[in-house]
């Protein structure tokens, strides 16, 4: 068990709605990643979150948004879901601004299906 | 569930035998490195990690190695078993951005044999 918690586990919702995914990361980590996996394309980094501030972006659509709360919890939206966004979304915490200090540790993800 | 892609490269090796998953990078910026497994259903699990200046690095049962001159780093699995079975992926953590994130490779599927 890595400590990070994920929710909900699946989620099942159609096309044009919208979601939000929860992390909670390990006691004391203050960076929450999230990415996305999908079939054809592995796992690609979303976005970077250290003790509630924006610390970077990668390939994220202006459809998805995320946060990090006081508490340290983190919360992905996605809005106008399309069949595409049906993947794995996984969140990662860890104690360091910097990947390059600290390995990520990963939650067990959220399976979203999108019909 | 399934958990990763259809198309990956895929090790079969026996029980018991050594396993050898390899990674190339293509980046000479990259100075950190990460050995994740992730089995069915779960999200990638930390193994190893290994910094640019090293050219190896041991934990239980796994070795790291690191080549900078052809950029390749392999993991090692020492008498594998049932349990190793499972995606493996290596990550790089770039030195010429703000170092905020890992980049990962397209996954290798180690299958084990009995």
């Known amino acids: 068990d890595s400590g990070v918690t994920q929710t909900p586990k699946h989620l099942i919702t159609a096309t044009g709605q919208r979601v939000t995914l929860r992390c909670s990361p390990r006691?004391?980590?203050?960076?929450v990643y999230w990415y996305q996996q999908s079939l054809d394309q592995g796992l690609q980094f979303l976005i970077q979150?250290?003790?509630?501030?924006?610390?970077a972006k990668g390939n994220i659509l202006e459809r998805f948004s995320a946060q990090q709360f006081p508490d340290l919890h983190s919360e992905l939206n996605l809005s106008s879901l399309e069949l595409g966004d049906s993947a794995l979304y996984f969140c990662?915490?860890?104690?360091?601004?910097?990947?390059?200090?600290?390995?990520?540790?990963f939650g067990n993800g959220t399976r979203l299906t999108v019909t | 569930g399934e958990s990763v892609g259809l198309h990956l490269p895929t090790l079969s090796v026996q029980e018991g035998d050594n396993s050898i998953i390899n990674c190339a990078y293509s980046?000479?910026?990259?100075?950190?490195f990460i050995w994740y497994k992730q089995e069915s259903g779960k999200g990638p699990q930390f193994i190893i990690d290994?910094?640019?200046?090293?050219d190896k690095r041991q934990g239980q049962r796994v070795t790291v190695l690191l080549n900078k001159t052809v950029k390749h780093l392999s993991l090692q699995i020492a008498a594998t078993q049932p349990g190793d079975s499972a995606v493996y992926f290596c990550?790089?953590?770039?030195?010429?951005?703000?170092?905020?994130?890992?980049?990962f490779g397209g996954g290798t599927r180690l299958m084990v044999k009995p």
């Open positions: 990550a790089e953590n770039r030195a010429n951005n703000a170092g905020n994130m890992l980049t």
């Open positions: 290994i910094r640019s200046n090293m």
């Open positions: 979150y250290y003790n509630g501030e924006e610390r």
């Open positions: 980046n000479s910026a990259s100075d950190y």
């Open positions: 990662a915490s860890s104690v360091d601004v910097s990947a390059r200090n600290s390995p990520l540790h």
């Open positions: 006691s004391g980590d203050l960076s």
